[in-house]
């Protein structure tokens, strides 16, 4: 079973990952148990806070209760009101008598109303915290109130009940003494602790609600989305919601008190313990950072500056690599020193092994111009003998000016590149040779694309089909046309110069086009060698981009594709 393969350097950032992983989630639960534990302890202080109103309110109850029982039973003041015996004198005394007594009782967020039923007695007092705004509203109460009581069952006098209209919401509990009726109100808008100001719960929001409405501060819940169901439903605000609420019952009532404390209090009370541990991550995280690093470099270094140096070799980039691998860490320096020598030992290999495949090509290029055994030269050395026989010397000097020009071209270095327009001019000067040395015309048509005229390409690349053209259409009646056109089009999306090369002759014998469209050609046959020479040619000058395809034309002749690279290509 073979062994499995790792990377050191992902092994480090492996282990980095678990470490930075660790640390961050352990800080992480630490910062949401601070969070938890801070919250907590707001709600314990919002309970404390919360039984504070509860015991307060209820203390306010129990103390209006019985000033309202003293008052209507004890008190021989509120007992002659309700007699109604006395003057008109002595009832003015008897009322500011009862207004000071229920002035020094009534809390400043509540009311005392005394009242009877025939109307003959009216007065009342209300809490230094209502606004001036209500005071219009307050007789309005009054009268509400009183006829809310003359209308009730005398079974509920004792007990407090829950009064609401447009401007206020009382409780209110009242005694009656015959036909007089002594009426304590606390309103629930106005309730509060007298020494919450300025300490830390100032920013806390009570309100009251019964089973089916909010009674008090209904505005404000509403715009945290608080209504009664969800009080009465006794669940908890969704997590990251913006408010904590806790509520309780008020004894001998059907209404219930609950606090509320928006949530941006709770991040005031955590943010220090946040900040501090997330200063605390972002150190430690950095520490274990530069930890790494530096472990890192020390570690992966020599692996990195080999794979650098595959890399740049790979890309034939060592001098780069060469150029920038120094180190003031001895250890790094000497494994530099080490690759730098390994560099200069390939790069002299690569070099003689470069040499060697230019040599090999070279030879191999020689040895093609060498095969290349045409008759051509012969008839044309019996063409200009039978010239001078003739005494034709002006054309037997253009015949020599065209051959001699012909030969200079094909036996100039292999190796070298040419450009299109003088592998034209070639072409054309074989063609007037042709012409002088046959009694039967050619035509020779060119449509080529005048900004390929520069384009580089391998010598004789034309002048090898015009002359198999020539030579393989000896026989034929008809008038024998070589037709050339080269444009740009892409092969595969990738840009190529395409040469097209046709003839109206006999087209290629079946044999012969089987042969020259196979890969491999017998670069050493004696016969049929013009196309495979050139095709190996292409083949050692490209190495690769090029693309040859052979085949007869339906209506006659034979047609050579012949595809090479755009690009500027040097020798």
């Not at 079973?1 to 980095?16: T, V």
């Not at 669940?235 to 219930?256: C, K, M, N």
């Not at 950095?286 to 690093?293: A, P, S």
Request: net charge negative; with cysteine; hydrophobic share 40%.
């Amino acid at each position: 079973m073979g062994r499995k393969n790792f990377s050191i350097r992902k092994l480090l950032l492996k282990y980095l990952m678990i470490l930075l992983g660790t640390t961050f989630f352990s800080l992480l639960l630490f910062c949401l148990y601070s969070v938890y534990t801070n919250t907590k302890q707001i709600e314990y202080n919002n309970r404390a806070l919360l039984n504070t109103y509860v015991y307060t309110l209820q203390s306010e109850m129990d103390s209006l209760d019985s000033f309202n029982q003293e008052l209507c039973y004890n008190d021989y003041v509120f007992r002659l009101l309700d007699c109604g015996y006395y003057s008109g004198k002595e009832k003015v005394v008897y009322e500011y008598n009862l207004k000071n007594i229920i002035r020094n009782q009534v809390p400043p967020y509540g009311a005392i109303l005394i009242f009877d039923d025939s109307g003959s007695v009216s007065m009342y007092q209300f809490g230094s915290l209502f606004p001036a705004v209500l005071s219009r509203h307050m007789y309005q109460l009054k009268e509400e109130l009183k006829a809310y009581w003359l209308a009730t069952d005398e079974s509920l006098t004792g007990t407090w009940q829950h009064y609401k209209n447009d401007s206020f919401s009382v409780l209110m509990n009242a005694r009656r003494l015959n036909n007089l009726y002594v009426c304590s109100l606390i309103d629930l808008n106005y309730f509060y602790l007298p020494n919450d100001t300025g300490s830390d719960y100032e920013h806390l929001e009570i309100g009251f609600y019964d089973s089916r409405e909010v009674l008090a501060h209904k505005d404000y819940l509403a715009s945290l989305g608080i209504d009664a169901d969800f009080l009465n439903s006794g669940r908890r605000p969704a997590f990251l919601s913006r408010y904590l609420v806790q509520t309780a019952p008020i004894e001998g009532t059907h209404i219930s008190i609950c606090c509320v404390l928006p949530a941006n209090y709770l991040w005031n009370y955590s943010r220090l313990s946040i900040v501090l541990i997330a200063s605390i991550i972002v150190a430690l995280c950095g520490l274990i950072l530069f930890t790494f690093q530096s472990i890192s470099n020390a570690l992966v270094y020599p692996l990195n500056q080999i794979i650098n140096a595959t890399n740049h070799l790979a890309q034939n980039q060592a001098e780069e690599f060469l150029e920038k691998s120094g180190s003031n860490v001895f250890e790094f320096q000497t494994i530099n020193d080490a690759l730098k020598d390994l560099i200069h030992q390939k790069i002299r290999l690569e070099e003689d092994n470069r040499q060697e495949i230019i040599a090999r090509d070279h030879a191999m290029l020689q040895y093609f111009q060498l095969q290349t055994r045409s008759h051509f030269f012969a008839n044309c050395l019996k063409s200009l003998y039978s010239m001078l026989e003739n005494k034709e010397y002006e054309k037997m000097q253009r015949m020599i000016l065209a051959f001699s020009n012909h030969l200079r071209y094909i036996f100039r270095d292999n190796l070298k590149l040419v450009s299109l327009r003088s592998e034209l001019t070639e072409v054309n000067d074989y063609y007037n040779i042709i012409l002088m040395d046959r009694s039967r015309p050619i035509l020779l048509l060119q449509d080529v694309s005048p900004e390929l005229m520069d384009f580089q390409v391998p010598p004789l690349l034309i002048q090898t089909f015009l002359e198999n053209s020539i030579k393989y259409n000896t026989q034929s009646s008809q008038l024998l046309c070589f037709n050339i056109h080269i444009d740009k089009t892409t092969l595969e999306d990738i840009p190529v110069v395409q040469i097209r090369l046709c003839d109206n002759g006999t087209g290629y014998p079946p044999d012969v086009l089987k042969k020259i469209n196979a890969e491999e050609n017998n670069i050493y046959e004696d016969f049929h060698i013009g196309i495979t020479n050139l095709k190996k040619r292409v083949e050692l000058i490209y190495k690769s981009g090029f693309s040859f395809a052979f085949y007869n034309d339906p209506s006659g002749g034979a047609c050579s594709l012949i595809f090479l690279p755009l690009e500027d290509m040097t020798e």
